[in-house]
């Protein structure tokens, strides 16, 4: 309740990665148990701590800060990316639309005009660029920041394509070699509840901003 935006970045992504290793746990059981049972995860997403108040008396909802939407997409990508490693069918995000008094911080639609918010650009931007038939491939070394996710991989149609998350509230490089002349599509608190924007990538260098979700295209 009293984190303020400037931590809320470290405490999402170490309870995703609980999150994640007892999914992992689960996993294995299904494996060994029932390999031809399929897994679906859903309402993955996060709910703010005034939001689990709001049935209290006299109740009044704290404005959202924008870097909230940005984290929670962030932070979707990030399980969706461990998610594809494991081989988890589906991952499903919750919830198309929240407003005060019923969930506002879960929703994916501005509940004032139904527009999309970040965390629905988030799930565009993956929906578009990362599918079934993908095939999931390592880097030599991979990234050496810790607070950059990447899943790469080489799409259906033989395109080379890399996921990167930013888990921090601040601008990450990362230097992806042979990235030069391919295509960086991202979503962020930029390009806030706009579409995913495009840019020609002009160096091996990649600068992701603050929870910046990516998929870098290599030419």
Do not use: C
Request: charged content about 20%.
């Amino acid at each position: 309740m009293d984190q303020a935006p400037e931590v809320q970045g470290s405490t999402f992504f170490a309870q995703a990665d609980g999150f994640l290793n007892s999914v992992r746990y689960i996993e294995q059981i299904r494996k060994r148990l029932s390999p031809n049972t399929k897994t679906m995860v859903n309402e993955i997403g996060a709910i703010s701590a005034d939001d689990l108040v709001q049935g209290e008396p006299g109740h009044v909802t704290k404005p959202i800060p924008s870097s909230y939407w940005s984290l929670t997409g962030a932070m979707y990508a990030y399980i969706f990316g461990e998610f594809t490693r494991m081989g988890v069918d589906v991952a499903g995000e919750s919830q198309l639309v929240g407003y005060p008094t019923q969930f506002p911080s879960v929703s994916m639609v501005d509940w004032n005009d139904g527009s999309p918010n970040p965390r629905f650009r988030v799930l565009q931007l993956l929906h578009d660029n990362f599918g079934p038939g993908d095939k999931v491939v390592e880097t030599e070394g991979g990234s050496s920041n810790p607070f950059v996710y990447s899943l790469p991989v080489v799409t259906k149609d033989g395109k080379k394509r890399i996921l990167l998350v930013n888990k921090r509230d601040r601008a990450m490089k990362v230097n992806i070699p042979g990235a030069s002349s391919g295509e960086q599509t991202y979503a962020d608190q930029t390009t806030g509840s706009k579409p995913p924007a495009i840019m020609k990538l002009s160096s091996d260098v990649v600068t992701l901003n603050g929870y910046s979700v990516s998929a870098v295209t290599l030419p």
